[in-house]
């Protein structure tokens, strides 16, 4: 709907300085996954970038620790990142 995009719209233009993109060619050769772009920063259940690390712990195969510095490198927000740190380690617990 056009109330949806134009929501998603403002979500990005308003967060887009919490999130930093990084190039760097070890991640190239893994084709990554789209980053995600929608990010609410309030610590959902459901987080997006929970989603992402998933993903992203599937193509390296180790345990998780790329997808947690690659995703911890990329969230400048501190309460953010504070969340993911402790949701990442649970996921590598769960593991």
């Not at 959902?44 to 790329?66: H, P, R, S």
């Amino acid at each position: 709907s056009t109330v949806f995009r134009k929501l998603l719209m403002m979500l990005r233009t308003h967060f887009k300085h919490y999130i930093v993109k990084t190039d760097n060619n070890e991640n190239d050769k893994h084709s990554l996954p789209e980053e995600p772009t929608t990010c609410c920063m309030s610590g959902c259940a459901n987080c997006v970038w929970i989603e992402y690390a998933e993903q992203v712990t599937k193509l390296f195969e180790d345990g998780g620790e790329k997808a947690k510095e690659l995703i911890l490198e990329k969230v400048k927000d501190p309460n953010t990142r504070a969340f993911l740190m402790m949701e990442l380690k649970n996921l590598a617990n769960k593991s």
